[in-house]
């Protein structure tokens, strides 16, 4: 599909289209089932990273801000409203709001790809990929089931529950502004957990217009907490040290994870995290090199390599190595950049001067370690500031920074190795292991390499893995939990043992 498009489009403005929006676009934050101002009724500024141009203004909320979300959350948790609510209540609820978020697609979408610059049909999928976790946990509440266990003793029953955890503080990026939030809170709601959600700085409006669908569907006030802010590590570090949130689930950054992990500790809360990965994606001599090369595409490019599963470090062996580089060559450089509003744009901006900054800094990085630009290696200024080519360098050493760290951009690293064995050293040489990928046609070697892997997740001639049904998450350094299919429900259950005695049988 992406083959025959190869022109770059110009710059539109988001404004206009923002003002045609529906109510969903939200200008207060969501307390209590109140939507409300900051304190002192501060504000920061969205854009829109293709034009710049501020979208949206939304509530910076302070510590006490949060403090009263999570007091809601607390009350909301204890209510009877809430709680009297059986599996199947709740089952109904997630699906009237999943109802509701389809219904929605064209509106959400378009919010999505105003404030994260994410292509217009990538945030309609995110918004089917997002909304798949709210069907998906709308059905898994009705199965969180508990054990009878046989005891050892005479007259005794070993009857094992599982409790939902309390409040959870959910803390989400702005990559997938949607489907990040959906695969915490659906869990959450799920096993009958109240929330806090603090969604990215960057965007918070996706993240209200399905607070407001929640609402719609008939959530109850408190439930679902939305806190925007721009001063997150205070908040931050309010949810860790307050003992009414009993659970906190973050993606994003392995920095801010760990952050998170350490100041928790004291509490000792359930912590989620799912951070940065540094992905391989190893192409044998036994590869279909067609299917590699289109898989290759897929997991880089998706939102513009700004996705935390994305290839980062492209390790070919020397049989297929001149095909792949030239058949993937050809690929990149039919690219379609631009403003993701327009239908037939494949990639958008990064996200902001931060990320920019890192990703031509490590393309300039590894130029000066004599590494090849064979394409792209430059920033499109004609475009818009944040826009950088589509990129592929070849002979990477490992010394440079796009080998080493995730690059969260348009760039395609590669590296060129002999053998298996040298393909899974290099390829586990990292300190990340969220996902990895590899091409063979070779069974023998497709289990070997699939064990071998230090990573949460591997695709095998597949390059894009994620589905609500299969379990997320990172090993080493990329976090701990699993998000998404039966295991996504653990991080919000407590199992509670109940030994019931001197039962009278005869
Ligand atoms: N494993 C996954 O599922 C997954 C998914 C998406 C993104 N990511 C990772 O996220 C990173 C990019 O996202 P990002 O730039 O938004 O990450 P980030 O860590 O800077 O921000 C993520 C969230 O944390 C908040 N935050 C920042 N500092 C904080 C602090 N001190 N205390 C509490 N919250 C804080 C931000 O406001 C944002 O809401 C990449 O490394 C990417 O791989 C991982
Ligand atoms: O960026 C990380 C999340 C992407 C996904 O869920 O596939």
Redesign the pocket.
């Known amino acids: 599909m992406w083959r025959h498009l190869n022109t770059i489009t110009t710059r539109t403005s988001s404004i206009s289209r923002m003002r045609s929006l529906s109510a969903l676009v939200q200008s207060k934050a969501l307390v209590n089932g109140n939507w409300i101002d900051a304190s002192g009724s501060a504000t920061f500024e969205v854009r829109n990273p293709s034009s710049g141009e501020v979208i949206g203004h939304v509530p910076n909320m302070n510590v006490s801000d949060a403090q009263d979300a999570i007091n809601a959350a607390k009350q909301a948790y204890e209510s009877k409203e809430w709680r009297s609510l059986t599996a199947k209540d709740r089952s109904n609820l997630l699906k009237k709001w999943h109802k509701l978020i389809e219904q929605h697609t064209q509106e959400i979408a378009e919010i999505m790809t105003a404030e994260s610059g994410k292509p217009i049909n990538e945030s309609k999928g995110e918004v089917a990929y997002g909304n798949a976790f709210v069907e998906w946990f709308a059905e898994e509440a009705r199965r969180i089931y508990g054990e009878i266990i046989p005891s050892p003793v005479a007259n005794r029953e070993i009857i094992v529950m599982k409790q939902p955890i309390g409040v959870a503080a959910l ?6 502004p949607l489907a ?1 939030i959906t ?1 915490k809170a659906g869990a959450a709601l799920a096993a009958g957990c109240t929330v806090v959600v ?5 965007t918070p409006l996706t993240a209200l217009a399905v607070a407001k669908l929640a609402e719609e569907a008939g959530i109850p006030g408190g439930v679902i907490n939305v806190v925007t ?2 001063k ?6 309010l ?2 040290k307050s003992p009414d949130v009993r659970g906190i689930s ?8 760990k ?2 992990f350490r ?1 928790s500790a004291d509490g000792i809360k359930r912590v989620c ?5 540094n992905a391989p994606f190893i192409v044998f001599d036994s590869a279909n090199v067609e299917k590699a090369v289109e898989g290759a595409m897929a997991s880089k490019f998706r939102n513009c390599g ?4 994305s290839a980062n470090r492209f390790f070919v062996q020397d049989g297929v190595y001149e095909k792949f580089v030239s058949q993937l060559k050809e690929r990149v450089e039919a690219l379609k950049i631009g403003d993701g509003q327009s239908c037939d744009v494949q990639i958008g901006p990064l ?1 902001n001067q ?2 920019f900054k890192k990703v031509s800094g490590f393309v300039e990085d590894a130029r000066s370690k004599k590494a090849n630009v064979i394409t792209g290696g430059k920033p499109l200024p004609s475009i818009g500031p944040l826009f950088y080519a589509p990129t592929i360098i070849t002979d990477v050493p490992p010394t440079a920074q796009l080998y080493t760290e ?1 690059v ?1 951009g348009p760039v395609v690293s590669i590296i060129r190795f002999k053998d298996e064995p040298e393909a899974i050293q290099k390829a586990n040489d990292t300190r990340r292991g ?1 996902a990895g990928y590899f091409y063979s046609e070779n069974l023998q070697q497709v289990f070997r390499v699939a064990k071998r892997l230090e990573v949460g997740m591997v695709g095998v001639n597949e390059g894009m893995i994620s589905a609500a049904e299969a379990p ?3 090993v080493k350094e ?2 701990v939990g699993r ?1 998404g299919s039966k295991h996504g429900i653990d991080d919000y259950v407590d199992i509670k043992y109940i030994c019931m005695g001197n039962l009278k049988y005869d």
Request: net charge negative; proline share 5%; hydrophobic share 35%.
């Open positions: 803390i989400t990026p702005w990559n997938f990040m695969r603090k969604p990215s700085e960057d802010t721009n997150a590590a205070p908040i931050g570090d949810f860790c973050f993606t994003g950054s392995t920095e801010v994870g952050l998170l100041n995290l799912e951070l940065g990965g700004q996705t935390c599963v996200i931060m990320q995730e969260f969220l997320f998450g990172g990329s976090g998000e």
